[in-house]
């Protein structure tokens, strides 16, 4: 299930425990973004409809326990055929692993977490729930004093499903109460026989009762009174073994009536009134003979620290018969006879023979040494696993050095390698928040490849394995191409460039430049660069936009204006004719007439071309001011404009000669 998600939110990413009913896996709620834990059960509902509704039901019931002692379960669901807890993920060990590694606690220590754990069990009693499976594997270390118990909904949600469809129980041989071990319903005190037994553990470092079945240990349970701590350990205090004394009663009517109770004791186990206390004992000896149930073996293969289910037996508190007197003879023939029949018996079945070990042998081999045995593979099973290759045998049913006839079946379990897992697809998402949540999944260190894109800073652009490939995490090297965001560049310089130089630039480096205003400066020539934004040596990506002022070239001086009206006289030609003196008169003329006088004739004007040339601020004596024709006297205006320190002038043509011309200096203006 590694790298799937169920629930449609739950990211599986990797195995944190494994149990008798289930396993429990690490994810990430991608909704919530927080780590939890998922509880997978074994236990197969198929086919069975009122048992799943009634599970989900119970279950369910147990999210309701608020407890700082108790894990919180988050949600309850199924994915295919599977069902799951989801639970409160805490980081730290197991109340056993921390007995195994720190040993014996002190009774201080001790009776701080069971303070805690009773709480915590008294709270889901008044909630009408009985949790039927405490053990220190279900308790969680938040801290070296803090503990939060967990599995309430399973052992609770299981018992009601198991024990109405099969009449057995479920619970941990090793913390089992009589009643339990009879193959009667858990109860409260149940509860408080098993709190019982964790507190012995805690004070001693080791378990009350240990044999090499799960049988054997239940009838002890039944049978024997829990061992004195006070005999291993001498400095605990009396009214501290009697804690445990009581809580383990065989009769559970003497026991704590409630985990109140058994919480107030606690509470003043130190308390110097109690510190000559006397040894619990029951109020009266009950030499009543009474029948103890047989109890039925379990398969010897199993785990006596797992979680188990133990089939009731029935009470046969009947009178034993009376003996009957038979004649002797009758009675020795009828002996002989059974004992014929027995040898008979034992001659016909078959001879036991010792499974032989064929864990980590591969399955061939394996199948081989087991039939030479004269055993059967009855059944054949595949799991992953961390310590054997694909194909080797990673366990057999039953296990290496228990007995069994010739004939029997034997299961065997086959590694198909470590478990695998599905890479989704990574791209678009953030780098480093990737990076932590894969981490947990067990990978080689994770590796990054930095280039420049238009993604934002730290998005994946592409991954190596690619998505949809199935990987083993800690054999696999994850690459991420990781965008660095869009490519800067250094901006140069620009002042003093011309309008091209800039454009040339901006096609060159990728920039948007714009020119935002104009200012006069006598630094910078006209139309160059006076300022930009932003400054030199600025990070841009490309495309990025730059501002600039250009220069109007330098401020205008002072301007002086010489107006003035000019006419221009237009030349005339006069020709004179005189009369031929030979010429007759003319008899029809006036005698009087002065016929013999000059005459001036006018002839017909022809156009005279003007120039004007002026010398000021925008004009010179190189090009004409204006140039036009004449025939008569004409008027016309003539504008000079001098800046300061600057000379002027004008001259006139007249069909290219000049009839008036004049110089002055700015300071002769007015």
Do not use: C
């Not at 949600?157 to 109460?177: F, M, P, Q, W």
């Not at 805690?202 to 049988?215: D, I, W």
């Not at 591969?362 to 030479?372: M, N, R, S, W, Y």
């Amino acid at each position: 299930m590694i790298g799937k998600r169920i629930g449609k939110r739950y990211e599986i990413i990797r195995v944190i425990g494994d149990g008798g009913m289930s396993r429990v896996y690490l994810a990430h709620d991608i909704i919530l973004d927080r780590d939890v834990a998922i509880k997978v059960l074994h236990y197969d509902f198929a086919n069975e409809e009122d048992l799943k509704k009634r599970f989900q039901r119970e279950a369910l019931s147990a999210t309701s326990l608020t407890h700082p002692h108790i894990v919180n379960i988050f949600d309850v669901g199924q994915e295919d055929e599977h069902h799951y807890l989801v639970m409160e993920y805490i980081a730290g060990k197991t109340l056993k692993e921390y007995i195994h590694t720190h040993g014996a606690l002190s009774s201080e220590h001790a009776v701080s977490i069971m303070q805690q754990l009773v709480s915590a069990i008294s709270h889901a009693h008044h909630n009408g729930i009985v949790h039927r499976d405490i053990k220190p594997q279900n308790v969680l270390m938040n801290g070296e004093d803090d503990v939060k118990i967990t599995d309430f909904g399973i052992a609770m949600a299981l018992d009601s499903t198991v024990h109405t469809k099969t009449n057995s129980v479920i619970g941990t041989v090793h913390y089992l109460s009589p009643e339990q071990a009879r193959g009667g319903m858990a109860t409260k005190r149940s509860d408080i026989y098993s709190l019982g037994i964790v507190f012995y553990e805690l004070l001693t470092g080791q378990l009350p009762f240990s044999a090499e079945t799960a049988v054997a240990i239940a009838l002890k349970h039944l049978q024997e009174e829990t061992p004195a701590v006070r005999e291993q350990f001498p400095e605990i205090p009396q009214s501290v073994e009697n804690v445990i004394l009581k809580a383990t009663a065989k009769d559970a009517n003497y026991r704590y009536a409630t985990t109140d109770e058994m919480h107030e004791d606690l509470l003043t186990v130190f308390s110097p009134e109690r510190l000559n206390e006397e040894k619990f004992a029951l109020p009266f000896d009950d030499d009543r003979t009474v029948a103890i149930p047989v109890v039925k073996d379990v398969p010897a293969f199993e785990n006596a620290e797992d979680t188990i289910k133990i089939a009731p037996s029935a009470m046969d508190a009947s009178p034993m018969p009376k003996k009957k007197k038979w004649p002797f003879v009758v009675a020795g023939s009828l002996i002989l006879i059974a004992t014929l029949a027995v040898l008979l018996i034992m001659m016909l079945q078959p001879k036991e023979v010792i499974v032989p070990e064929v864990v980590g042998v591969e399955e061939l081999a394996a199948t081989e040494i087991l039939e030479k045995k004269g055993f059967v593979i009855d059944e054949r099973f595949e799991e992953t696993s961390d310590e054997y290759l694909a194909g080797q045998v990673t366990k057999t049913v039953p296990e290496a050095g228990k007995k069994r006839k010739e004939g029997d079946g034997i299961k065997i379990f086959v590694s198909t390698g470590k478990d695998k897992m599905k890479l989704n697809d990574y791209t678009g998402r953030n780098f480093e928040a990737t990076k932590r949540f894969l981490q947990g999944y067990g990978f080689k260190p994770i590796e990054s490849v930095e280039v420049y894109s238009d993604e934002p800073k730290g998005t994946i652009i592409d991954q190596q394995p690619e998505s949809d490939k199935m990987v083993i995490p800690e054999e696999t090297d994850l690459i991420f191409t990781v965008s660095k965001g869009k490519e800067l560049q250094s901006l140069v310089d620009l002042r003093g460039m011309s309008t091209k130089q800039l454009e040339d630039y901006a096609d060159s480096e990728g920039f948007i430049i714009h020119i935002v205003g104009e200012e006069e400066s006598d630094k910078v020539e006209k139309g160059h660069v006076i300022s930009q934004k932003p400054s030199t040596g600025t990070k841009m990506e490309k495309g990025g936009r730059v501002d600039v002022v250009v220069s109007k070239g330098p401020p205008a001086k002072p301007i002086k204006l010489l107006v003035k009206m000019i006419t221009i006289p237009y030349e005339v030609v006069v020709e004179k004719q005189q009369e031929d003196d030979d010429s007759e008169l003319d008899p029809e003329l006036d005698p009087e007439s002065d016929m013999n006088s000059e005459k001036e004739l006018e002839p017909e004007r022809d156009p005279q071309k003007i120039q004007i040339y002026i010398q000021d601020r925008n004009h010179t004596m190189n090009d004409p001011y204006d140039e036009f024709e004449i025939t008569e006297d004409t008027l016309r205006k003539i504008t000079i404009e001098l800046e300061e320190g600057e000379r002027g002038g004008y001259k006139i043509l007249r069909d290219k000669k000049v009839i008036e011309e004049d110089k002055f200096n700015y300071k002769d203006l007015e």
